[in-house]
């Protein structure tokens, strides 16, 4: 589901998706900042996305379903028996609107992520020195 034009915040990116799109949408969200908290939000190729010493995860909604883009192929491959019968490609995973979201395996996905990002910004750190 494109919208029209870019959003400028997590808000308005919801203002402007259908309303029966938003409480799966808003239910992953808040998954998402359980477990990372600190995380600035920004909107990224058009979609609300988390940003924890680089880019963490992204969320947006389809027609048919809620995508949660990992940003990273790696992390899925960790969590492949985990996502048999899910659908869910290289780094995204969409969950249809009247599915149950897997909250843990949701939050163990950020916390690699947030691990991942920590990681890379110590070997760049390094680097400076």
């Known amino acids: 589901m494109r919208i029209a034009f870019t ?10 998706i259908p309303e029966e799109t938003k409480p799966k949408l808003l239910e992953l969200m808040a998954i998402i900042k359980e477990v990372a908290s600190q995380a600035q ?26 995508s949660f883009y990992t940003m990273s192929s790696e992390t899925l491959r960790h969590f492949e028996t985990q996502l048999q019968g899910m659908d869910y ?11 149950v979201l897997p909250k843990n395996l949701i939050q163990e996905i950020v916390k690699i ?4 990002n920590e990681f890379l910004d110590s070997q760049r750190k390094g680097r400076k020195k």
């Open 113 to 116: 992520r947030m691990e991942d």
């Open 41 to 66: 939000e920004a909107i990224s190729y058009g979609i609300p996305t988390y940003k924890y010493l680089g880019t963490l995860v992204a969320v947006g909604v389809a027609q048919k379903h809620v």
């Open 7 to 16: 959003p400028k915040s997590f808000a308005e990116y919801l203002q402007n």
């Open 89 to 99: 490609s290289s780094g995204t995973i969409r969950f249809k609107f009247d599915a």
